[in-house]
């Protein structure tokens, strides 16, 4: 299965790539999404957000190590408290308000790449849905085992009731009404396939990405979410090569780590993209509150 789905990423990859005109830049974290696509794509040029708020935020260090080990040109932004209050009102007008915390990120990476005179990028995003890569899906998984017990064989309608079904579960990991979930919910025998589906619809991140790329006048290419690369995750790699233990994307790491730095490929604590240190900034009590960022973004809406 790990073979087979290189050569199908590989294969869609290629495929997508052939109609972009170079040069082209790579959003690069310091995740695997991005540095598979690196190694994958050879970009002309790769951005990096950098937060100096320690490791929780801040994968320059991770970037570097791929950039090192691919020869990559990169640059580097550097997003402040200053910025986020002076661009969140444009990024809010460009977008609308949004819980994601990479909002103003994203916003000034396109405009460095706008200012810069580049006008194609390459966005890595994709294999998060169809891999199992988010943290909450760790938690609906290993809910999700207790199906599996042969004494519970016969108790799944309580189940059901104590911890609720899977798309309970995933709207309230989400926090969004359930009739939107069962809405876009897959038709697949795998629980991730459906789980990746309804969460692709449904988190946005992609819609926000291309309203940026509009507001700026490039253009955002997802080389991953091609039908074939799809199809293939959602209908043929099943659950256990998606998540094992609390490892998530464990199938695209098995590929990627004969290609990049290990450290990279098998780290843990992940953050996951361009996330802002919102909370802090705004002065929750609770980091990742979305409260205060949530009511000053409806302001500039």
């Keep these: 299965m790990v073979k087979k789905l290189e050569k199908v990423i590989r294969r869609g990859v290629e495929e997508y790539l052939k109609n972009v005109e170079r040069p082209y830049v790579l959003f690069l974290s310091g995740g695997i999404d991005s540095a598979f696509l690196a190694y994958l794509s050879k970009p002309d040029l790769v951005i990096t957000c950098k937060f100096p708020y320690g490791k929780k935020y801040d994968e320059f260090a ?46 000034l990476l396109f405009k460095k790449v706008s200012e810069l005179g ?45 911890i609720g079904t899977p798309q309970e579960r995933l709207a309230r990991v989400m926090d969004i009404d359930l009739k939107k979930v069962k809405k876009h919910w897959g038709n697949y025998k795998h629980l991730l396939s459906n789980i990746g589906k309804a969460d692709l619809e449904l988190r946005g991140i992609e819609d926000m990405e291309k309203d940026l790329a509009k ?87």
């Design 62 to 107: 991770d970037s570097r190590k791929v950039v090192k080990h691919l020869g990559l040109n990169q640059i580097t932004i550097t997003p402040t408290k200053k910025q986020f209050f002076k661009y969140l009102p444009k990024a809010v007008k460009a977008h609308r308000p949004t819980y994601h915390f990479s909002l103003v990120p994203l916003y």
């Design 118 to 162: 580049y006008d194609n990028i390459l966005s890595a995003e994709g294999p998060d849905e169809y891999l199992g890569g988010y943290a909450s899906y760790l938690l609906l998984m290993n809910e999700q085992r207790l199906y599996d017990q042969p004494e519970l064989k016969n108790y799944t309608s309580l189940i059901n009731r104590y």
């Design 215 to 301: 507001h700026f006048g490039v253009k955002i290419h997802y080389p991953y979410m091609v039908k074939e690369i799809e199809d293939f995750c959602f209908k043929k790699v099943p659950d256990d090569m998606k998540i094992r233990g609390f490892t998530t994307k464990w199938i695209l790491r098995k590929i990627a780590e004969k290609y990049l730095p290990k450290s990279v490929i098998w780290r843990k604590n992940k953050m996951g993209g361009p996330i802002a240190p919102v909370g802090k900034w705004l002065g929750e009590k609770e980091e990742f509150s979305k409260d205060k960022y949530m009511k000053l973004q409806r302001k500039y809406a």
